[in-house]
């Protein structure tokens, strides 16, 4: 996706709350400087796959 885009879904929202791990959020009067996804993927002795997504 890029930046130009995301900018544009951003105007059309009434605030942006950024989630934790944990299952809190972000307090407002942090200052966010990057956000990023981890994707792991795992493959076992038996060949059995399995892929985690943070």
């Given at each position: 996706m890029?930046?130009?885009v995301i900018?544009?879904?951003l105007q059309t929202?009434?605030?942006v709350n950024f989630k934790l791990a944990s299952g809190g959020f972000v307090p407002e009067h942090f200052h966010v400087t990057e956000v990023g996804a981890v994707t792991?993927?795992?493959i076992d002795c038996g060949g059995?796959?399995?892929i985690?997504?943070?």
């Open positions: 890029k930046l130009s900018k544009e879904h929202v009434p605030s792991k993927h795992f059995v796959e399995r985690e997504k943070e």
